[in-house]
């Protein structure tokens, strides 16, 4: 009797393997083609309701917060810029990027960096940049060069790095911006603007490089909240404290995690949040949530950090919810993107970012 249950319990285990092996395999083939349509729709939607001539747009609806201290509406912004070409070189489009990238010149940079902000309607720029738009550009034309084995933006980088370093990089420190007309920085650095694999790129493994590397990692704030301050503060030498803007404490993660340095804790925290659908744009330094709205960016940004680290049950997770939150009514007039229907506004930043995370797993 016993010899017999071994045996079906031999048979039964065959079977399961025989059963379940395809079975995992037509789930695979679903996923990956629920995202691929998911890309396609989403890359639609971007290239022809976001992107002008001149830049991308920051919203779909040009009466949103129009002409406010938020840019909105048709105002364009050097991270969409950046975060577009980073786009265009991961998916091997080489004629449009060389292309977008002489209009990001022509619509932002001045004074030897990239503004961060331009009005179409009034032709303004901002006097300033921000520090991480400008590594981000700096770091998509490295990645096109990586993507088609050439050395066409290799003086353009250097330039770019060497007005950085004298200007909102100066002595290592990654300030928040820099004022060309009054010469001056600020002395706070945002934790996210540390963006470690451009810098290892253009920098090397220096003692600069460990020091910002070091600065970043001192910023850790617990187990139970396993993000990083916000701030750091060069002449006080001290961290900021207080509430944690979500987004900008993932897209430090992102960072940490892209050079191999992404804490098990903070893998762990993003994972059992994702799962749960419980994302949320603001906590407290103790991890409590402070909001209940959630956004399709930061699910982008886990699907990032988990594809980045190697974590495929994050990016997993990250991809599931952040496909859950697209637009599928074709008769909208958002088919595609992320936003708003009852209002009609589709902000770039949350468009391009899970252009980027989808483009990080297509391709």
Same mark, same amino acid.
């Given at each position: 009797?016993? @010899?017999?249950?071994?045996?079906?319990?031999l048979?039964?285990?065959?079977?399961l393997?025989?059963?379940?092996?395809?079975?995992?395999?037509?789930?695979?083939?679903?996923?990956a083609?629920?995202?691929?349509?998911?890309?396609q729709?989403?890359?639609?939607f971007?290239?022809?309701?976001?992107?002008?001539?001149?830049?991308?747009?920051?919203?779909?609806?040009?009466?949103?917060? =129009?002409?406010g201290?938020?840019?909105?509406?048709?105002?364009?912004?050097?991270?969409?810029?950046?975060?577009?070409?980073?786009?265009?070189?991961? #998916?091997?489009?080489?004629?449009a990027?060389?292309?977008f990238?002489?209009? $990001?010149?022509?619509t932002?940079?001045?004074?030897? @960096?990239?503004?961060? %902000?331009?009005?179409?309607?009034?032709?303004?720029?901002?006097?300033?940049?921000a520090?991480?738009?400008?590594?981000?550009?700096?770091?998509?034309?490295i990645?096109?060069?990586k993507?088609?084995?050439?050395?066409?933006y290799?003086?353009?980088?250097?330039?770019?790095?060497?007005?950085?370093?004298?200007?909102?990089l100066?002595?290592?420190?990654?300030?928040?911006?820099y004022?060309?007309?009054?010469?001056?920085?600020?002395?706070?650095?945002?934790?996210?603007?540390f963006?470690?694999?451009?810098?290892?790129?253009?920098?090397?493994? $220096?003692? #600069?490089?460990?020091?910002?590397?070091r600065?970043?990692?001192?910023?850790?704030?617990?187990?139970?909240?396993?993000?990083?301050? %916000?701030?750091?503060?060069?002449?006080t030498q001290?961290?900021?404290?207080?509430?944690?803007?979500?987004?900008?404490?993932?897209?430090?993660?992102?960072?940490?995690a892209?050079?191999?340095?992404?804490?098990?804790?903070?893998? %762990?925290?993003?994972? +059992? +949040?994702?799962?749960?659908k419980?994302?949320?744009?603001?906590?407290?330094q103790?991890?409590? =949530?402070?909001?209940?709205?959630?956004? =399709?960016?930061n699910?982008?940004?886990?699907? *990032?950090?988990?594809?980045?680290?190697?974590?495929?049950?994050?990016?997993?997770?990250?991809?599931?919810?952040l496909?859950?939150?697209?637009?599928?009514?074709?008769?909208?007039?958002?088919?595609?993107?992320?936003?708003?229907?009852?209002?009609?506004?589709?902000?770039?930043?949350?468009?391009?970012?899970?252009?980027?995370? *989808?483009?990080?797993?297509t391709?």
């Open positions: 009797m016993t @010899q017999w249950r071994r045996y079906l319990t048979v039964s285990l065959l079977v393997l025989m059963v379940s092996g395809p079975l995992l395999n037509v789930q695979a083939d679903t996923d083609q629920s995202l691929e349509s998911a890309h729709a989403l890359t639609k971007v290239t022809t309701k976001l992107v002008t001539k001149q830049g991308v747009k920051t919203n779909v609806n040009d009466q949103v917060n =129009a002409g201290d938020t840019a909105s509406g048709n105002e364009l912004l050097s991270e969409s810029a950046g975060l577009y070409l980073q786009h265009l070189a991961l #998916t091997n489009q080489r004629e990027f060389t292309k990238y002489q209009q $990001t010149k022509t932002f940079y001045a004074h030897n @960096q990239f503004s961060y %902000r331009y009005n179409p309607r009034t032709k303004k720029r901002s006097n300033v940049n520090t991480l738009d400008d590594l981000r550009i700096i770091g998509a034309l990645q096109y060069d993507t088609f084995r050439t050395k066409h290799q003086r353009e980088i250097k330039s770019l790095w060497h007005h950085q370093q004298k200007q909102a100066k002595q290592g420190h990654v300030a928040d911006f004022d060309p007309q009054s010469k001056k920085r600020p002395q706070t650095g945002t934790l996210s603007y963006d470690f694999l451009t810098l290892r790129q253009v920098e090397g493994n $220096t003692k #600069t490089y460990q020091k910002q590397l600065l970043v990692q001192g910023g850790f704030i617990s187990r139970k909240m396993p993000f990083y301050a %916000r701030r750091y503060n060069y002449h001290k961290y900021t404290t207080g509430n944690i803007n979500t987004t900008e404490g993932l897209v430090t993660l992102l960072h940490v892209q050079i191999g340095r992404l804490k098990p804790s903070s893998e %762990r925290w993003l994972l +059992q +949040q994702t799962k749960h419980s994302l949320v744009n603001q906590y407290d103790h991890g409590h =949530a402070l909001t209940t709205d959630q956004s =399709a960016a699910y982008a940004l886990v699907m *990032m950090i988990g594809n980045a680290s190697g974590q495929k049950a994050l990016q997993a997770a990250g991809q599931q919810q496909l859950a939150m697209q637009v599928k009514n074709d008769a909208s007039p958002l088919a595609g993107g992320f936003g708003d229907e009852s209002t009609n506004t589709a902000y770039s930043f949350n468009n391009l970012m899970a252009l980027v995370a *989808m483009d990080g797993v391709h």
